[in-house]
């Protein structure tokens, strides 16, 4: 199989604090990992490219300042959203390629609220 | 900058009609997935093509990649209320980056 877990699933936080949250791949090892952000009724949309053992790459527009990601495992990546503010305040899905599958694999996200 | 542009972005049917979602792209994809998505979870795989005019077929879902692989499309046939969800397809241009379409958010009416 090819599962991609995420935790935790649900987050309130209060503005101005940092939340940290997980991606894992628990059957694969994974040297590329992705983050996504989607609001209410819209899309995906890639915010970046998390890369074991280096740096991530950013898509245009997304602040790495804000959006620290950390890939320090074949299996772990995370994304933590530093001084939350309410207008962070998303559904976040990472996702893993596996070595031989032609797809990445999602997982089932995280709903931030920040009050 | 590759675009995924998916249409329509709303459908509202009766069950038991048919209909057609479409993705398009002036890039060339290595591969493109079309996903469902449930509201407050992952997007969930519903398949993936790979080769130019490539056809499947998944009970009353039939997916179609173009010859230049710019291109899909999704048909239902004979929606049923179960049906009902956001559909989305993404496609991927060399390893696993993948981007995604709009959205085509499906009620079916029963």
């Known amino acids: 199989g090819a599962v991609v877990s995420q935790h935790p699933s649900r987050v309130i936080c209060k503005s101005g604090t940092s939340v940290k949250i997980e991606c894992r791949s628990l059957?694969?090892?994974?040297?590329?990992m992705f983050w996504y952000r989607q609001f209410p009724k819209q899309s995906l949309m890639l915010m970046a490219t998390?890369?074991?053992?280096?740096?991530?790459?950013?898509e245009q527009g997304v602040e790495k300042d804000k959006f620290l990601i950390n890939h320090a495992s074949l299996t772990l990546s995370t994304l933590t959203v530093t001084s939350a503010h309410p207008e962070d305040s998303s559904f976040y899905i990472c996702?893993?390629?596996?070595?031989?599958?032609?797809?990445?694999?999602f997982g089932q996200g995280t709903r931030l609220t920040v009050v | 900058t590759q675009l995924l542009e998916q249409s329509p972005q709303f459908l509202s049917i009766q069950e038991g009609e048919n209909l057609t979602v479409y993705c398009n792209s002036s890039?060339?994809?290595?591969?493109l997935q079309w996903y469902r998505q449930e509201p407050g979870e992952g997007p969930v795989l519903l398949v993936t093509?790979?080769?130019?005019?490539e056809v499947k077929k998944l009970k009353r879902l039939t997916f179609q990649f173009g010859d230049a692989r710019k291109d899909s499309s999704l048909h239902i046939t004979a929606a049923q209320p179960g049906d009902t969800g956001l559909y989305l397809c993404?496609?991927?241009?060399?390893?696993?980056?993948?981007?995604f379409g709009a959205g085509t958010r499906l009620f079916v009416k029963a």
């Open positions: 996702s893993a390629g596996k070595t031989g599958r032609s797809e990445a694999f």
């Open positions: 059957d694969f090892q994974a040297t590329t």
């Open positions: 998390s890369n074991e053992g280096s740096k991530a790459t950013y």
């Open positions: 890039s060339v994809f290595s591969s």
């Open positions: 093509v790979v080769t130019g005019g």
């Open positions: 993404a496609g991927a241009s060399g390893g696993f980056k993948t981007i």
